[in-house]
């Protein structure tokens, strides 16, 4: 490789972990988590509703349904602190029904959340959909589609890996250690095959794992890569006689560290509370939203790499292993602070 490719290799390397780590800091991987509102019409117009919202420390997200003008109170309301959760529990009657009327999120238009809205009437009928600040409002439909349904956990799929920053900065170090297009798509393939089964395994109940371990050890992954970068650089043209054991084996690498970030995009399904009725179809959604996300996410990573060998850059040699330590000490942070919180 010449001079000024090598450079821009590495420059592209450095602007793309900046990029995710300067994304990283504020929200701490993960800590912007959905809230969940689910409506249970228990009789006919009144409905029991169950708000979960994100809770850090003693703060809790400043999140409250404005119900239509025809609703009223049935029951006092009452909150449940669980550490990274509150529970807003209350009954609401609504003469008429719920059809046809509109449901905002008050706060949620200031925030970084989303909120998943969940409505099961008496007659067995679901609608599910995912509020954002942009978008803070629904219509109560009077009859939901499957597609519905798919599209809501689809769209939560592809939006918790792509604000999943632990789980990219993982992705982005495969792709910065495997050479070769044929070698990449079969170490994204063994990493995606693995997170499906124990997203499916996790989800279904069949494995329970805690999860404040899986996401230190998460963690630990990104750590273990990060210093496969670091020693590609310091072996310089020793690579290529004796490549690291994820260099060699890039596929097994994937697999392995994929089982694990599969039980980590699990806890965001659970944490969420998926209610059982809806896990067929939002499992499958959910998991393709989350391939769709990877792979947009690699082939702008790709496609940015491949547009600056194409540039000239000055770099100083010395910049070159800066994306490996800078990905290897957020990934220690992460790993310091998943542990304390056991």
Known sequence: ?????????????????AAVCAHAMPILAHEVRPAYLEITESTPSRFAILLKLPQVG???????????????????PSRELLGHFAIDRRLVDCRGGLA???????????TMTD??????????????????????????????SAW????????????????????LLFVLGLVLIVKGGVRLVKTVTAFTVAHSITLALATLGIVHVPQAPVEAVI???????????????????????SPGFTARRPWLVAF?????????????????GLPQVDIPLALLTFNVGVEAGQLSFIAAVLALMALTRRMRWTALHWLAPLPSYAIGTLAMFWVIQRVAMF
């Not at 003693?58 to 029951?75: H, K, Y």
């Not at 909120?115 to 067995?124: E, N, P, S």
């Not at 963690?219 to 006689?241: K, T």
Request: charged fraction near 20%; charge should be negative; proline fraction near 4%.
């Open 1 to 17: 490789m010449k001079p000024d490719g090598l450079l821009s290799s590495w420059a592209i390397r450095l602007l793309l972990a």
């Open 58 to 76: 003693e703060q809790v997200l400043g999140l409250a349904p404005v119900w239509p003008d025809r609703c009223i109170d049935a029951s006092t």
């Open 100 to 110: 046809g009327q509109r449901i905002e999120i008050d706060g949620l238009a200031t």
């Open 115 to 144: 909120v998943l809205v969940r409505i099961q009437f008496l007659d067995g009928r679901v609608q599910t959909e995912l509020l954002k600040p942009t978008r803070p409002a629904l219509v109560v439909a009077d009859r939901t």
């Open 148 to 167: 519905d349904v798919a599209a809501s956990y689809f769209a939560l799929g592809v939006e918790h890996i792509l604000t999943g920053v632990d789980h």
């Open 219 to 241: 963690a630990l992954s990104i750590v273990f890569v990060a210093n496969e970068i670091a020693q590609r650089h310091r072996r310089g043209a020793a690579v290529a006689s």
């Open 256 to 272: 392995v560290f994929g089982l694990l970030h599969g039980l980590g995009f699990a806890g965001a399904l659970a944490e969420v």
